[in-house]
């Protein structure tokens, strides 16, 4: 493809392009890779010395060059590996969400329709989180090598002794990439790979005496030798139709691409392949460029170095002025010059003098004064290397210099906005890995793949259902924006508000509040609200065993709570104006009473008043056990039966299945307490 950013345009015939195939000539196929991966030596080694730099500023290895005297600081203040391991985490936090497709359905949207992608969307989901090659993991990795070397790399790999596909990334400094396209279809692709010599003769033993006579000519290398690692360059042409291994003068092996379906004539399969065309198995991961080349023409590491040479040099100069404590000056009639060298500083040191006046022996020069823009210098270098990697203190979960909540969340919000290009440049090369794993199911993928996964029904099915909705097409993209990173204080507050306003459900509200298990809360607050027995079924069991014991005494007649009949919610304080008035929780007229749950809607719209408390007497205790106080037994009153017995008829009412599960626990503990010394445990 014509790079339109030449400065040169020409009409016409240009240079003349090789031309070859997989039946071209083992020599001329030699020549040929030579001649590219010449071609590309100069850009490449340009793109691979500013990597290899802005690595070794990512490492503690900054003062690399700089000539420092042997008393002078070597402190260094690494605000590029801070602001890379802050940039990472947060581009990677959200997994990209897969949008699957089935071409020309009609009936897109049933429920068969959406059994099948949920089948699929698990799958991914397995392979996202596999244990030995977690995808997480390899975005993570690709994110920090385009912050560092302008470029990420993934790779697709079919394993013959896996019998499954995986992901692994690729260090860029392990390519060489043309250097005159910018689209995956534009480039070839040469991969430098290191195997041991016994590892390569059974990788191609065919060609084995090829291998042999040209590493080692006229002799036999030993058994020692067979350990020894050797080079060799996978290359991939533009369209990604065949694969050549080539050492030195050696063509290893081609063969057309592996990861795709060809018919026996060799042409690509329509129907088969999940692809249109052909294509490497390589994505490339790029955010900041001009369209020169598929790697990035600048970084935000590449651009902060400068500030970071400045950060160090101001830290250097506050360190070495705060250790300087003056020079001793000794007066050489007065004190001989082995006598002063001997002086170190340290505690109840003795030094002897001539003359009657010591302090004409010795003086001391006031140490160096910290200038006052030196401060104000590395504050402003500071900042100006957050502003350009878009990390700032909140960002990083450092205490705000900010004065007010509000500034803090516009400047997480717009570090946020600059790291959105890097995320949005992750999303297209997950859409490429998820479209790449749908073409290794397509062709690759046997009905015990998927059941591995899925189990023998759900496994069976999916395959089936692969085959024939790969037949229409199946189109896979991530869901724009699925991978953002999110301001979780603002996602809260936003939770906190549609609860108040009664316009979100349990599960969406502890969702938003950023719970490990949502849905589990969400079902149990139900069970709280409705259901008490169910969620707590040994604690009421042990609540009416105590009352049905206090019963029979005849201490107490408490009503037990009917199974059947679920409790209305309401708040604790509510209860106990309840109970110590004697009469009805109070409420707003004409409404129906809410659950003290923010984000609990009303179970109907119908009014219905609370009935009133019966049976229930309120105790000394009573009043400060539903505040929450953990009150110790017996406190300020004689220890009696009487006193268990309304406590264990409180926790027999209604009205204690309302409370919050934390003051049901303090009062039944409480309770189980007095009852133990009543019974003289």
């Known amino acids: 493809m014509p790079n339109p950013t030449d400065d040169v345009t020409r009409e016409g015939i240009g240079e003349v392009a090789d031309f070859w195939t997989i039946d071209t000539p083992d020599s001329e196929l030699v020549t040929m890779i030579n001649k590219k991966l010449q071609s590309a030596a100069g850009p490449w080694e340009d793109f691979k010395k500013e990597g290899k730099r ?30 890379v391991e802050t940039m990472v985490p947060i581009i990677t936090s ?107 003769l059974e990788m191609f033993p065919d060609k084995e005496n090829d291998i042999l006579s040209n590493l080692f000519p006229g002799t036999s290398p030993t058994e020692a030798m067979r350990g020894t690692p050797i080079g060799f360059w996978e290359f991939w042409p533009e369209d990604g139709k065949f694969v050549v291994w080539k050492m030195n003068n050696v063509i290893l092996q081609k063969k057309l691409n592996p990861y795709i379906k060809w018919t026996k004539d060799k042409k690509f399969d329509k129907v088969a392949n999940h692809f249109d065309f052909t294509k490497k198995p390589y994505m490339f991961l790029n955010s900041q460029n001009l369209g020169k080349h598929i790697w990035d023409d600048t970084s935000v590491v590449s651009q902060v170095i400068s500030l970071q040479d400045g950060i160090n040099l101001m830290q250097r100069i506050i360190t070495d002025t705060s250790r300087d404590q003056g020079i001793l000056v000794g007066a050489q009639e007065s004190i001989d010059r082995d006598e002063l060298y001997k002086y170190t500083g340290a505690p109840n040191q003795k030094l002897a003098v001539k003359g009657n006046d010591p302090t004409k022996a010795l003086h001391r020069v006031a140490p160096k004064t910290l200038a006052p823009q030196v401060m104000e210098s590395q504050m402003h270098l500071e900042n100006a290397s957050d502003n350009i990697m878009g990390v700032h203190s909140t960002t990083r979960g450092e205490k705000s210099k900010q004065p007010t909540l509000g500034q803090d969340k516009l400047s997480r919000e717009s570090d946020y906005g600059r790291i959105d290009g890097t995320v949005r440049g992750l999303e297209r090369i997950a859409a490429e890995l998820y479209n790449w794993e749908m073409q290794m199911m397509a062709i690759k993928y046997k009905r015990e793949h998927f059941q591995k996964i899925l189990g023998e029904k759900n496994g069976d099915k999916l395959y089936e259902e692969v085959k024939e909705a790969n037949k229409k097409g199946i189109k896979i993209i991530v869901k724009p924006g699925s991978t953002l990173p999110t301001d979780k204080q603002s996602q809260r507050e936003d939770a906190i508000e549609l609860a108040k306003a009664n316009r979100i459900s349990d599960v969406d509200f502890f969702k938003m509040m950023d719970m490990a298990n949502p849905r589990e809360m969400a079902k149990n607050l139900f069970l709280q609200t409705k259901y008490p027995e169910r969620l707590y079924p040994d604690l009421m069991k042990d609540i009416r065993s105590e009352t049905e014991k206090d019963t029979k005494k005849g201490t107490v007649n408490p009503p037990m709570a009917d199974a059947t009949a679920p409790p209305q919610p309401g708040p604790a304080g509510e209860i106990m104006q309840a109970i110590m ?101």
């Open 54 to 83: 802005n690595e070794r500023y990512w490492m503690p290895n900054h003062l690399e060059g700089v000539n420092l005297y042997w008393h002078q600081s070597r402190i260094v203040q690494n605000r590029i590996y801070m602001g």
């Open 94 to 200: 959200k997994p990209a969400e897969p949008v699957i497709s089935i071409a020309d359905d009609a009936k897109e949207d049933d429920e068969k329709s959406r059994d099948f992608t949920n089948r699929l969307q698990k799958v991914f989901l397995d392979k996202y989180n596999n244990e030995d090659r977690p995808q997480q993991e390899i975005f993570e990795m690709i994110s920090r090598h385009l912050l560092l070397f302008k470029l990420g790399l993934l790779k697709i790999i079919w394993d013959e002794t896996l019998d499954d596909y995986f992901v692994e990334f690729i260090d860029p400094h392990k390519m060489i990439i043309s250097a005159d396209g910018y689209f995956n279809e534009d480039v070839w692709v040469a991969q430098w790979i290191e195997k041991p010599l016994k590892e390569l």
């Open 581 to 681: 008035g004697g009469g009805q929780a109070p409420g707003i007229p004409g409404q129906t009473p809410q659950s003290a749950i923010p984000g609990q809607a009303a179970l109907s719209e119908e009014p219905a008043a609370e009935p009133p408390v019966q049976g229930v007497v309120p105790t000394e205790h009573t009043e400060r056990l539903l505040a929450g106080e953990q009150v110790p037994p017996f406190d300020g009153i004689e220890p009696s039966e009487e006193h268990v017995a309304a406590e264990f008829a409180f926790m027999g009412s209604d009205e204690f299945a309302q409370l919050p599960e934390e003051i049901q626990a303090i009062y039944a503990q409480h309770a189980m307490k007095e009852k133990q010394i009543i019974e003289g445990n």
